[in-house]
């Protein structure tokens, strides 16, 4: 082959240096220019951005664990004995009823009105030593055991309530409460006793539970007024 002068050999190679920087001049202009630092550092809680410190978009804290205990229900069994009817204060073997077992309302403590015991100044106390009157034409009629009990069955849920009123409020123990009450034939009770150990003499579940006893209506009978005890066992 013969040989080419000089200037031919140099001239493709110019034209590869020549495409080779307008290739690389390309691709530098396509690239994002470099954002400027900010003049000085930025302050905690804040990021430079393009030349400025912008303050970072806050954080949600993490959502707060319920720190309040809910109470937990207490499951009270509660059964009645009842003594049968004796006139005038005698007194009679207990016979042993049923029981309920009741779960006591969830009621957060913020939300409890305050606490006002039930009002029994008003209902007499039952006591054998006071002077019955005897009516001589009355006949002589006994509620019978089986009435008596329907009743109590009755009027025990009631005495529950107070129990589990109570226990919203504070500690309720265990025991037994032992219920006197003076019937009169009308059916209407004249007086009630409440005696309670002092687990349960709290939160005022002996007058509400006198309450409860003296507002209930038991059928009338032809005969004198009786004497009749019955008892709530709160376990």
């Not at 009645?80 to 005038?88: E, G, L, M, Q, R």
């Not at 016979?95 to 077992?101: C, I, Q, R, S, T």
């Not at 579940?205 to 059928?219: E, G, L, M, N, T």
Request: charged residues 25%; hydrophobic residues 35%.
């Amino acid at each position: 082959m013969g040989e080419h002068p000089p200037g031919a050999r140099l001239a493709p190679l110019a034209r590869l240096v020549g495409a080779a920087a307008l290739a690389g001049a390309a691709a530098w202009a396509c690239e994002p220019a470099p954002k400027p630092d900010c003049p000085a550092p930025c302050a905690p809680g804040s990021t430079c951005v393009e030349g400025q410190c912008v303050a970072d978009a806050p954080v949600a804290p993490p959502p707060e664990a319920d720190k309040k205990k809910k109470k937990k229900r207490k499951k009270k069994r509660v059964r009645h004995t009842s003594k049968a009817a004796a006139p005038a204060g005698g007194g009679a073997e207990p016979v042993a009823a049923g029981g309920d077992e009741v779960e006591e309302a969830e009621v957060p403590a913020e939300k409890l009105p305050p606490f006002v015991p039930v009002d029994d100044r008003k209902i007499p106390q039952f006591s054998n030593d006071k002077t019955q009157t005897i009516d001589l034409e009355a006949g002589s009629e006994r509620p019978s055991e089986r009435v008596l009990d329907q009743h109590f069955a009755r009027i025990t849920p009631k005495i529950t309530d107070c129990v589990v009123t109570a226990s919203r409020y504070g500690d309720v123990g265990s025991g037994r409460l032992a219920i006197q009450l003076r019937l009169l034939p009308s059916g209407k009770v004249e007086s009630v006793s409440v005696k309670a150990p002092a687990s349960l003499a709290v939160w005022g579940i002996v007058p509400c539970a006198r309450k409860a006893v003296y507002d209930h209506r038991f059928p009338g009978y032809d005969g004198p007024s009786v004497g009749v005890d019955f008892a709530v066992d709160v376990d």
